[in-house]
């Protein structure tokens, strides 16, 4: 069964503090996506990546594909990053679909 | 401005009473599909589609129709509704099913 896992499904932390949320996946992809979804429900687009390693602002994302992972990296967070981030995966013989992983929810305490 | 605009945004109905949840996109993006979201269970595929004319099943196709006549269009129809439909759909596009999703903002729905 190709599967998306993400780890923690929570976390809780302290303004300021490092964050590194966890995606796994089970097949060949062609592209690995993280998104996040604000409290209030809207979905956006954070990162879709191949390879390597995207930066935009404090957020950091990275994959590696031998081992079927990717991370999710925040520097110093801050109360407006609490949200729920979402990991997908579009894999080699898919039907046209992406794999979505159940999310991990992060809250930032100020 | 670049989006995916959905309506309603809520609604409550009762079960057995056809609704439409409009979608529409003006990126001209090939890819469309729409997800339903339940509580602990993360977005699930309703329906997607390729191209105009052209969709196919999702996970969870159930009790759901659509169509694609036009490219910036995508409606979800329930044809008769239930109260298991109870969710918060989502519309998404994107210019192909593995490029950046790009997200309506979401429609509540109850089913009393």
């Known amino acids: 069964k190709n599967e998306v896992e993400q780890s923690p499904q929570n976390l809780t932390a302290q303004e300021g503090e490092f964050i590194t949320i966890n995606c796994s996946y089970s097949?060949?992809?062609?592209?690995l996506h993280w998104l996040q979804q604000h409290p209030g429900g809207g979905i956006v687009s954070l990162f879709m990546?191949?390879?390597?390693?995207k930066k935009h602002g404090r957020l950091i994302a990275t994959i590696n594909i031998q081992e079927k992972h990717s991370s999710l990296h925040i520097t110093a967070s801050h109360p407006r990053d609490s949200a729920v981030y979402i990991c997908?995966?579009?894999?080699?013989?898919?039907?046209?679909?992406?794999?979505w992983g159940a999310g991990t929810k992060l809250i930032i305490k100020p | 401005e670049a989006q995916v605009t959905q309506n309603p945004r809520y609604l409550i109905t009762v079960t057995g009473k056809k609704l439409t949840v409009t979608c529409s996109q003006n990126?001209?993006?090939?890819?469309m599909s729409w997800y339903r979201q339940d509580p602990g269970l993360g977005l699930r595929q309703i329906y997607y589609s390729m191209n105009v004319e052209v969709t196919d099943k999702g996970d969870v196709p159930e009790g759901y129709k659509v169509s694609r006549k036009e490219k910036r269009n995508f409606p979800l129809i329930l044809e008769s509704p239930s109260p298991n439909q109870t969710s918060l759909y989502f519309c998404?596009?994107?210019?192909?099913?593995?490029?950046?999703?790009?997200f309506g903002p979401g429609t509540r729905l109850l089913v009393l």
């Open positions: 998404a596009s994107s210019l192909w099913y593995q490029e950046t999703q790009y």
């Open positions: 097949v060949g992809i062609s592209a």
């Open positions: 990126m001209n993006h090939e890819y």
């Open positions: 990546l191949s390879s390597g390693k």
């Open positions: 997908a995966v579009s894999w080699v013989d898919s039907n046209y679909q992406l794999i």
